[in-house]
């Protein structure tokens, strides 16, 4: 059985969902996404991606074309289409369709479109094992803040570490650590504190990441919010990474070195079960 999909106000098989050849979302990565984990059929975070993509819209000068209230029905309207209990709900909004031309059309009426994706978020068996990272160049545009869908280098430095026989990429400028290619990374010292880099156009201003430095401060555990090199990355006592459905993913080694003693870290483990016991209770 096909998903039911949504598409500017239809709810249509997957298969009979099409786009316009002229989207710019299509021609120029002239749209963004949001990404809202469900569990138990209810929204994850959801007030969150609601703020950022907002936020995207705002800067790109791209209007929503439903309102708060019905883009949040439209949200529960496809799980219950698609009887979703555990996974994801992927938005993507675009400027619309019009003639080629890199200057923006001024009447284009946006492309709003939702999928789901069905994914074991609660029981990811990654948790239990950690994943390993490899540092690749970061070679992403510059408004990273802003969450489109340019997503062919993090694609690139996926492959690549993939290739060089490593689950996900944590990209490097000037220096120092930006974030994984589709994640925020961050790092336990050996006295116990947690890093993170701190927001700015460099990175993706993470719904999870937001909650992990909330629920960390609210358990005692120090934090920082700086950036930080690969060196103290690779002689962290722990790493891990946080995104909207995979919440809190154990890094185990860097380029092939251990992290810590190779296996997810007890600060690690703590901050995911603090955070789905608090948000899945407080999923709408």
């Known amino acids: 059985m096909s998903r039911i999909v949504y598409l500017n106000g239809a709810w249509l098989p997957e298969e009979d969902a099409k786009v316009s050849i002229f989207d710019r979302g299509f021609l120029f990565a002239d749209a963004i996404y949001e990404v809202t984990g469900v569990v138990g059929g209810k929204l994850l975070e959801y007030q969150g991606h ?6 995207s819209m705002a800067e790109l000068g791209i209007a929503c074309p439903l309102s708060p209230d019905e883009l949040l029905e439209v949200h529960r309207e496809i799980v219950r289409r698609n009887a979703l209990e555990e996974g994801l709900i ?8 019009a003639d080629r031309d890199f200057a ?5 009426t946006p492309t709003l479109t939702l999928f789901t994706q069905a994914k074991a978020v609660l029981d990811n068996p ?3 094992t950690g994943i390993s990272v490899v540092l690749l160049p970061d070679y992403r545009w510059a408004r990273r803040d802003i969450k489109t869908v340019q997503l062919l280098y993090p694609s690139m430095a996926k492959m690549e570490a993939t290739a060089r026989g490593a689950e996900e990429a944590w990209l490097v400028e000037d220096g120092f650590v930006t974030e994984a290619s589709a994640a925020n990374a961050h790092i336990i010292t050996a006295e116990g504190t947690l890093v993170t880099r701190p927001l700015s156009q460099a990175i993706l201003h993470g719904i999870t ?10 358990a005692g555990i120090a934090c920082e919010e700086r950036a930080f ?3 103290e990355a690779k002689a ?3 790493a891990f990474m946080t995104s909207a459905t995979n919440f809190v993913l154990p890094v185990v080694a860097i380029d092939g070195q251990p992290v810590g003693a190779g296996t997810p870290g007890p600060l690690t483990l703590k901050l995911r079960a603090l955070y789905v016991a608090r948000k899945v209770a407080n999923a709408i």
């Open 104 to 108: 923006y059309p001024k009447d284009a």
């Open 90 to 97: 992927y938005l993507q909004i675009s400027r619309g369709a």
């Open 236 to 238: 962290a006592a722990e």
């Open 50 to 55: 609601a703020a950022r993509l907002q936020r």
């Open 209 to 218: 990441r937001a909650s992990i430095v909330e629920i960390a401060q609210q």
């Open 229 to 231: 090199t690969p060196e």
């Open 126 to 128: 990654k948790v239990a």
